[in-house]
């Protein structure tokens, strides 16, 4: 994948993650998008408070997920790296 191609990506990925950030905030945590394989995974890192949270892969799937291939549906799933 080019950097453009991922550049525009990350960007668009990051607008997704606009919705659920406030959610993820007001519980202390945070989400970073670390990188896009060129298989067209995303891969994300908890951070704050997600990172020992019990339910980040339920998050990870119903909010995380859902928000980034509902946005951009080329993208095959969402990782996370910690």
Known sequence: MCDDTKAELLRRIEEALRAVRPHLNAD???VEVVDVTDDMYVQVRWTGMCESCAMSEMTLRAG???AIKGKIPE???VIAVN
């Open 64 to 66: 995380i997920a859902e």
């Open 75 to 77: 993208i095959a799933g």
């Open 28 to 30: 202390g945590g945070d």
